[in-house]
């Protein structure tokens, strides 16, 4: 049970941190795209965006993800990290309660 | 009047505030607090570079700044009342912050005083939030000769408005009390705030586009609300100063002389409903939700509006009904007293069914009237239906920030930085879904989903706070 409450947690925390990774590097592209009909594409080559004109002469933009690789990659690397860290932690609160324990006695 | 226990009073007051906000809930935990500072940090800074991005691409060096600041300028008055209504309406609950100094040897006028001191600082805080990203890119790209024109045209008249507006409110006050009605200030000032915005919003924008304008024709436009830039770029800043401190020492001693003498509670429920609902332990909990002095606040304001929609023939889906779901961040602690006065509460699982069914029932109550007048204006059922699943993905979201960030009398800040965290959260998940380009299936069960989640976060912190409370674990 325990386990289980634990990865659905890292699994959340990893989630959002993906999401803050995409969003920002998707507002770093958008703004460094600034030809029409240039491809830029961000995140180790995750997102790409394309703007390109239309035929009455309005500009649309094409976003999207073309290689999902990246991403999964940085939710693999934060849930590592928050396991790791998780884990640590753990370690350090029952240290501390062993040594409290201790100087009870 | 004594000004050093307005002082000390005011001082008071934060240090409560601090304390109390630092120690609630998810923020008591060193960990969470230092996360949630650092996202804050991190969301300011963020919309920092994106100001400064932004102008820098658009406006860097073509002369166009001129015109967007006095743009700002005229909008600066709006983003003040904003700021006003949103710290007046949340302390709207907060007597018992007051109560705190009812023992003190302090007047009445004192009192008022100290809170408008403290009051005053919380919007000039949020005031920074706002218009503090434009200000540094501004003065970055333009060089620090733009200071004086920065200060003169958003931070002296934001001042100005504030007093004025502060000045309003008191006047309004001592209204209410000669009409024998202010116990229901919590019902009328919201009402009085929210007509401000709306008479505030179309001139705001009526004014730029005057702004834009007379730029493009090369006329020279005025406005009361530009008078402080143009009293700086006339004859200086120091001028400007001068016309701000004096307007501040005339409308100050005149706040000081209006501001009410007594203290009237304000009313906290409106007692309908039979009281025989209170048979069955759901029936309660329906009383608990329906009697309280917010939903009523929160129903009447989408009363208005949906009659004002159809006088006016506006033809827009009813999201003013995510308005009342709203009422989820008070769900918990509301009817916390419920839980605590038997000496077995019932399934944990049972106890949210009823939280988020009674929110349920509110919303069904007032939405198919609501929604019957939409349809009636020709708004198809199919956009009613995106609505109606943010409202209730908003109920289960903002009851999981009533148990996470639980609120209490006298203390709205715990729970504005649990929505304002959430906002977040949820803002960055959309939009990165958003770049995923899925198909409306998918998203609509990717959001399913995470709104699973959120039920399943909620039941576990009630589980955790029931364990709390009977000394199972240590809190």
Redesign the interface.
Same mark, same amino acid.
């Given at each position: 049970m325990k386990w289980l409450l634990r990865s659905i947690v890292g699994m959340t925390v990893s989630f959002v941190v993906t999401m803050i990774v995409v969003v920002a590097s998707f507002i770093t592209t958008m703004f460094s795209a600034s030809e029409i009909g240039v491809r830029k594409s961000g995140l180790f080559g995750a997102l790409f965006f394309e703007p390109h004109a239309k035929p009455d002469g309005a500009t649309a933009l094409e976003i999207g993800v073309s290689n999902g690789a990246p991403i999964a990659l940085v939710f693999a690397a934060s849930l590592v990290f928050y396991v790791a860290v998780a884990s640590v932690l753990e370690r350090l609160k029952l240290h501390k309660k062993r040594l409290l324990q201790a100087n009870q006695d | 009047m004594r000004f050093k226990s307005v002082v000390l009073l005011s001082r008071l007051f934060w240090l409560f505030i601090v304390r109390r906000v630092l120690g609630r809930g998810l923020l008591a935990s060193p960990?969470a607090r230092l996360s949630t500072i650092f996202l804050l940090v991190l969301a300011f800074a $963020?919309f920092n570079v994106?100001s400064y991005? +932004?102008i820098r691409?658009y406006l860097g060096g073509t002369g166009l700044l001129e015109p967007v600041l006095q743009v700002a300028n005229a909008s600066v008055g709006f983003w003040v009342l904003i700021a006003y209504t949103l710290i007046r309406v949340l302390f709207m609950k907060a007597d018992e912050l007051l109560k705190l100094s009812f023992n003190l040897p302090v007047t009445n006028k004192e009192r008022t005083m100290a809170f408008a001191l403290f009051e005053s600082s919380l919007v000039l805080l949020m005031t920074v939030f706002v218009f503090g990203a434009f200000s540094i890119s501004t003065v970055l790209i333009e060089g620090p000769d733009y200071i004086p024109r920065v200060l003169a045209s958003i931070w002296f008249p934001a001042i100005s408005t504030y007093l004025l507006l502060s000045l309003g409110y008191y006047l309004l006050e001592r209204a209410l009390q000669a009409l024998r009605i202010a116990r229901l200030r919590g019902l009328i000032v919201p009402m009085v705030l929210a007509f401000g915005l709306a008479v505030a919003f179309p001139q705001t924008n009526e004014q730029s586009s005057q702004i834009a304008e007379s730029y493009v024709l090369g006329r020279d436009y005025f406005a009361p609300a530009l008078l402080y830039a143009k009293l700086q770029e006339a004859v200086g800043l120091w001028l400007s100063i001068l016309i701000l401190l004096a307007t501040s020492a005339a409308v100050i001693p005149a706040i000081v002389a209006i501001a009410p003498r007594n203290y009237v509670p304000m009313r906290r429920f409106f007692v309908f409903l039979p009281s025989r609902l209170a048979d069955r332990t759901f029936g309660v909990y329906i009383l608990v939700l329906f009697r309280s002095f917010e939903t009523m606040v929160a129903i009447s304001f989408i009363i208005i509006y949906s009659v004002f929609a159809w006088l006016e023939h506006l033809v827009f889906p009813p999201y003013v009904l995510a308005l009342i779901t709203f009422q989820g961040v008070y769900a918990f602690s509301n009817s916390e007293p419920l839980r605590r006065m038997v000496t077995y509460p019932g399934r944990t699982v049972a106890n949210y069914l009823r939280l988020v069914g009674s929110q349920g029932v509110l919303l069904m109550v007032v939405g198919i009237p609501v929604i019957t007048i939409s349809l009636s204006q020709g708004i198809t059922f199919e956009a009613c239906l995106p609505v109606l699943g943010l409202c209730l993905s908003n109920i289960l979201i903002s009851t999981l920030v009533g148990i996470a960030f639980p609120p209490e009398k006298g203390n709205p800040f715990t729970v504005i930085m649990g929505v304002l965290l959430t906002v977040i +959260?949820v803002m960055? +998940?959309a939009? $990165?879904?958003n +770049?995923?380009?899925f198909d409306p299936m998918i998203s609509a069960g990717i959001f399913t989903a995470l709104n699973m989640?959120v039920v399943?976060y909620s039941i576990?912190g009630m589980r955790r706070m029931e364990r709390i409370a009977r000394h199972e674990v240590v809190a």
């Open positions: - | 960990a $963020g994106l991005v +932004v691409q +959260v960055i +998940v939009l $990165g879904l +770049v995923f380009n989640l399943f576990l």
